[in-house]
């Protein structure tokens, strides 16, 4: 079946502006994670879906960062007012249940901003 | 807290064996898990180990020594294709997976 797809899989910004980048779990997977990657590391934790509902939320630097999950399924990762620091790659990954469940991660979305 | 050290590099011949080891710091374990991406790539699920002993996939393998805090992966018959980053991961207190600074693996002919 289908994996993980992210969408834009590249995004150029300026200093300031909102993005918006889209997330799309396998098919059934109640549990969404979305990670940030810079150069060289390994994927940082920004927030956790079950359902609907962010399970946790800790990894997110600051307030200009949010994302959603309305129906359970399509996750949006928000950033407002996005700075060159916020440059990365935008990972999400999905699980069956959560827990110890294998995480299956998309692409990722890389985010440049100028 | 949670904390991963890895070694930051390797580089094997192709047909080789190599191991990469990983120690932990965590305040609560469920499990050691190993995860490939190569350049411009999404990471790829490898194993999880949650009991000690040794797991074998094919020419990959990931042991895990609970006591001692450590665990590695083990690639036999090394490709070319190998060549990649490989990242040791443990579950935070909740679900969220958090991530070494990874290997990058360099097979050479």
């Known amino acids: 079946g289908a994996g993980v797809s992210q969408t834009p899989s590249n995004k150029v910004t300026e200093k300031g502006k909102y993005v918006e980048l889209r997330c799309d779990p396998i098919?059934?997977?109640?549990?969404l994670y979305w990670y940030r990657q810079s150069l060289g590391q390994g994927p940082e934790f920004l927030i956790y879906f079950q359902g609907t509902g962010a399970a946790d939320d800790s990894g997110l630097p600051n307030d200009r960062f949010f994302a959603v999950r309305p129906e359970g399924s399509v996750s949006t990762l928000k950033i407002q007012r996005t700075e060159r620091g916020d440059s990365a790659v935008y990972l999400c990954?999905?699980?069956?249940?959560?827990?110890?469940?294998?995480?299956?991660f998309g692409p990722g979305t890389r985010l440049t901003v100028l | 807290g949670q904390s991963l050290e890895q070694p930051s590099e390797v580089t094997a011949v192709e047909g080789a064996i190599v191991q990469i080891n990983c120690t932990y710091q965590?305040?609560?374990?469920?499990?050691l898990s190993w995860y490939q991406q190569h350049d411009g790539g999404a990471p790829t699920f490898l194993s999880y180990n949650a009991l000690d002993g040794l797991e074998e996939t094919g020419r990959f393998s990931s042991f895990l020594s609970r006591s001692d805090s450590y665990g590695y992966l083990l690639l036999q018959e090394l490709q070319m294709k190998d060549s990649a980053s490989y990242f040791c991961?443990?579950?935070?207190?909740?679900?969220?997976?958090?991530f070494g600074k990874g290997t990058r693996l360099s097979v050479i002919a």
């Open positions: 098919s059934g997977h109640t549990a």
């Open positions: 991961a443990v579950p935070s207190g909740n679900t969220p997976l958090v």
């Open positions: 965590t305040s609560g374990f469920y499990g």
């Open positions: 990954a999905s699980s069956l249940r959560g827990g110890a469940d294998t995480q299956y």
